[in-house]
């Protein structure tokens, strides 16, 4: 099991342009969320999905958008990247709808935006 | 006000002395609760669930305390190893159709073991 990838690991963006994060998990998790941890403030939600075509917002989701269109994979895409946006971002899964169970983090995608 | 609040620290102490962590968390309708740790520029990984009657798992013991809303975490005989910011986690439900569970964390506490 790869358990959870993200790429990609590094991104610099300017001001204005848009990409997305992908984000993919092989444990046949129900459970995805995407954070970004900035110095001080821990991680923060941004976005959330209970499964496959079921998508609800965070703590931070303005800027963001997701899609869920299957079990697997789970992209955020920023739509016009701000230097505000400047952060590192973890997708995370874990098994079943609620969150008694471990959350599995991916590696990481450190993004700057100049 | 932080919905999980813990002392960022930095906590310094020496190899084989025992430090202490604590989180508070506002809201009484939380459900589980956990510790995770972080090693520098990497993911969080699970320490251990809390549970109202204490758990314990080698050298390191969690406590909750529901009456006064606060998690802790005890590491004993703490090794070199053990350097890495710890995380407060918090779970609750959230209403709406999803009805899923919301997982708060706090901002971390960092702990620096010396020899």
């Known amino acids: 099991n790869a358990g959870v990838t993200q790429t990609p690991k590094f991104q610099v963006l300017k001001t204005g342009q848009s990409m997305t994060l992908q984000c993919a998990q092989d444990m046949n998790h129900e459970y995805m969320s995407w954070y970004r941890q900035d110095p001080g403030m821990g991680l923060r939600l941004i976005h959330y999905s209970v499964g496959a075509g079921i998508t609800d917002q965070g703590e931070v989701p303005n800027g963001y958008n997701v899609s869920r269109s299957t079990t697997e994979d789970f992209p955020l895409r920023l739509l016009s990247a701000a230097p505000s946006q400047t952060s590192v971002y973890f997708c995370a899964s874990s098994f079943g709808t609620t969150t008694y169970n471990e959350q599995f983090f991916g590696p990481g995608t450190r993004l700057t935006v100049l | 006000r932080k919905e999980v609040e813990q002392d960022p620290g930095p906590f310094n102490v020496p190899e084989g002395a025992t430090v202490a962590f604590n989180c508070t968390y506002s809201n009484s309708a939380s459900q589980s609760f956990f510790w995770y740790r972080q090693d520098c520029r990497k993911e969080p990984k699970l320490l251990m669930s809390v549970y109202s009657s204490g758990n314990e798992d080698g050298r390191f013991t969690a406590q909750l305390n529901r009456a006064s809303q606060y998690i802790s975490l005890l590491i004993r005989d703490s090794k070199l190893s053990d350097s890495a910011t710890y995380l407060c986690?918090?779970?609750?439900?959230?209403?709406?159709?999803?009805?899923?569970?919301?997982?708060?964390f706090g901002s971390g506490t960092r702990l620096s073991i010396r020899p």
């Open positions: 986690v918090v779970t609750r439900l959230v209403s709406g159709y999803s009805s899923a569970s919301k997982i708060i």
